[in-house]
Nanobody
Framework: EVQLVESGGGLVQPGGSLRLSCVAS????????VGWFRQAPGKEREGISL???????YYTDFMKGRITISTDNTKNMVYLQMNSLKPEDTAVYYC???????????????WGQGTQVTVSS
């Protein structure tokens, strides 16, 4: 059974930072692309970042420069470091896995339950 379990969300003030973590299981981690997308209430899913199995990295324009994706393949972990957070970054953030080649960052094969990120003063 494929599982992706996120953690690290919470309430942060504007300008603050959060590090999201995700532990994956049930699939061959090294053979999939992994990444993050988010969804705010009433809005469409938005792809944020992607890291392929050959270590190519993609960042969405609206968060580029403020985020860093990383993985620890020995532990099947995916991380998303987010800095300079803005109120409009408030959303549920999902860790995802994609079979390759990736069709679209918002079309994952597997994803977790999500972790809430709220940016507010």
């Amino acid at each position: 059974e494929v599982q992706l379990v996120e953690s690290g969300g919470g309430l942060v003030q504007p300008g603050g930072s959060l590090r999201l973590s995700c532990v994956a299981s049930g699939f061959t981690f090294d053979e999939y692309a992994v990444g993050w997308f988010r969804q705010a209430p009433g809005k469409e899913r938005e792809g944020i970042s992607l890291k392929t199995s050959d270590n190519s990295i993609y960042y969405t324009d609206f968060m580029k420069g403020r985020i860093t994706i990383s993985t620890d393949n020995t532990k099947n972990m995916v991380y998303l470091q987010m800095n300079s957070l803005k109120p409009e970054d408030t959303a549920v953030y999902y860790c995802a896995a994609y079979s390759e080649p990736v069709a679209a960052i918002d079309r994952a094969d597997y994803w977790g339950q999500g972790t809430q990120v709220t940016v507010s003063s």
